[in-house]
């Protein structure tokens, strides 16, 4: 019975990783219920606070992804604008174009609220591209967590 515990929790890693790029796949918390897996292999894997501490950077890492191109927009001089469209931007391309709607979402969010409120279309491109780093920035953050917990599940299963 181990082996179908342990094969699922390959899985759910290998898809946690994918998950990180495909934004329609929550990486993290798959890379989460990855760990979790090995304990009905041994309840002892992991100790209580090792899971407690990554439950709370997985939660942390996935609110953080949807902030990220938004604190981007902000960072490259987007406006009040700028931040509602990437926002909007966000919302609309996460429910009606994913997975590609993720990345260009945000970025045409954020120019078309900048030039909504009369920004110049150099500003406006600034913004987005703020929004677009973000987004890599997510994704990368993302990467490295999902990277980690693999670590720790490879390890605990050799």
Do not use: H
């Not at 759910?12 to 219920?33: D, E, K, Q, R």
């Not at 709370?56 to 902000?74: C, E, H, M, Q, S």
């Not at 469209?85 to 990345?103: C, D, S």
């Amino acid at each position: 019975m181990d082996w179908i515990w342990i094969t699922l929790g390959v899985i759910l890693t290998i898809a946690g990783i994918a998950g990180c790029i495909l934004p329609f796949i929550p990486g993290p918390p798959l890379s989460y219920v990855a760990l979790l897996t090995l304990l009905a292999v041994d309840s002892a894997m992991f100790t209580t606070r090792f899971l407690v501490i990554w439950l709370l950077i997985t939660i942390a890492v996935t609110l953080l992804d949807y902030y990220v191109p938004i604190w981007g927009t902000k960072k490259f001089g987007g406006s009040k604008g700028g931040v509602w469209g990437a926002t909007i931007g966000l919302l609309v391309g996460l429910f009606f174009f994913p997975p590609l709607g993720m990345i260009i979402g945000p970025f045409a969010g954020a120019v078309i609220g900048e030039m909504a409120v009369g920004k110049d279309t150099n500003t406006a491109l600034k913004a987005g591209l703020g929004s677009f780093i973000g987004f890599v920035t997510g994704t990368v953050m993302k990467l490295a967590v999902s990277a980690a917990m693999a670590f720790y599940f490879f390890r605990a299963i050799i």
